[in-house]
């Protein structure tokens, strides 16, 4: 399983990711940054990456049906601190070593991960 982690989350993800044994690209690497968002997303379906954003625009079914795209996960948090991010994504980690979002789209909040197919 792949990542590409998008500008609005913190570097730290990459590490953290790779930690966990997964790979993953910035947006940053690839020097998409403020790229549009039909930019970016046509390069995950592309590379075959997995989205990973805070951008609320990719957790609209009608304008990104999950099963047109690799995956997407959007992380909903009530501080965009860089440590209330940090432990959305710890949160999720174990959930994809078990299940992969693969033409999903995940809604990670503090309280809930919501799955759309």
């Known amino acids: 399983m792949k990542f590409k982690i998008d500008e609005n989350l913190p570097a ?3 590490f953290i990711l790779q ?3 997964l790979h993953s690209d910035t947006v940053a690497d690839e020097n998409l940054s403020g790229a549009d968002d039909e930019v970016l997303i046509a390069r995950c379906g592309t ?3 997995v989205l990973m954003t805070l ?3 990719f957790a609209n079914v009608l304008a990104y049906p999950p099963n047109r ?3 997407i996960v959007v ?3 009530k501080s965009q ?3 209330a991010l940090i432990r959305l994504l710890q949160r999720v ?3 994809l070593r078990l299940r992969s979002p693969e033409r999903q789209l995940w809604i990670v909040e503090e309280d809930r991960i919501r799955i759309r197919e």
Do not use: M
Request: hydrophobic fraction near 35%; glycine fraction near 8%.
């Open 12 to 14: 730290e993800y990459r």
């Open 19 to 21: 930690q966990a044994g």
């Open 47 to 49: 590379e075959q990456l």
């Open 55 to 57: 951008d609320l625009d």
């Open 69 to 71: 795209f690799p995956g």
């Open 75 to 77: 992380f909903r948090a």
């Open 81 to 83: 601190s860089k440590p």
């Open 93 to 95: 980690l174990p959930l």
